[in-house]
């Protein structure tokens, strides 16, 4: 039944959302064959087009799960690729009225990882958004943590997401990833329940990572960079 129903929410994502997601890029498309326009608008613009594509890769990324899509995977070096995700990230977030902070720790020596970058993308923008609304909820900081490091033996990487929240209760930890599982109101229940597909999708593997440290940790732990997707 649940399975079920996450196929009728697909099916209403891609109706729902991309016809008005169509309409703001072709709108915004219009604006910039303006005359005389402002480099300031402009660069508001290229944010409007930018992330329109970005909600668009999240609903084929939704329609492509449940259609089982193959990634498409490259070899990509993290420390670059995290550097950019966590500025394009913060600028989605210049609206709200309390900054976001990401702390973001790079270990030295990082080996590749093999990934499809809109998917993992995703992965990343959930985990981050749970963060930091937990966070704020629980500190009253927008702030969460993110660490690229590598496996003990060194040949496969991994990105931890931590927040400053209360943690997840021991009785919860094992249905975290269960779809429609939420202890938020607001929540759908559906975001670590598609990180972890979209994860498993790529040869990864999503987790909570039980350490008795402050707030609430999730692990990528990608596969070996040799192996293919």
């Excluded at 690729?81 to 990230?89: A, G, I, K, N, V």
């Excluded at 660490?147 to 400053?164: C, E, M, Q, W």
């Excluded at 994860?199 to 070996?224: M, W, Y």
Aim: aromatic fraction near 6%; charge should be negative; hydrophobic fraction near 40%.
């Amino acid at each position: 039944m649940k399975l079920a129903s996450l196929g009728r929410l697909t099916a209403g994502i891609a109706h729902e959302i991309r016809n008005p997601l169509g309409a703001i890029s072709h709108a915004a498309q219009l604006m910039e064959e303006a005359p005389n326009l402002e480099p300031g608008d402009r660069q508001m613009l290229g944010i409007i087009r930018r992330h329109s594509r970005r909600v668009n890769g999240i609903i084929e990324n939704v329609l492509d799960l449940s259609r089982r899509r193959v990634a498409n995977a490259d070899l990509i070096e993290l420390a670059p690729w995290l550097q950019e995700f966590r500025e394009d990230f913060l600028q989605t977030q210049d609206d709200d009225c309390t900054a976001a902070n990401i702390i973001l720790k790079i270990d030295p020596q990082l080996p590749p990882a093999r990934f499809d970058k809109s998917q993992i993308e995703q992965v990343m923008v959930n985990l981050c958004d749970n963060g930091l609304r937990y966070s704020e909820q629980h500190s009253g900081q927008r702030q969460i943590g993110i660490h690229a490091g590598a496996t003990n033996d060194g040949k496969r990487a991994y990105i931890d997401v931590r927040d400053l929240g209360p943690g997840i209760a021991p009785e919860n930890r094992s249905s975290v990833f269960e779809p429609f599982f939420t202890t938020d109101k607001a929540g759908t229940g559906l975001g670590l329940y598609l990180a972890r597909e979209l994860c498993e999708a790529n040869q990864a593997h999503l987790s909570l990572v039980e350490d008795n440290k402050p707030g609430c940790c999730f692990r990528i732990t990608f596969a070996h960079p040799g192996r293919m997707i």
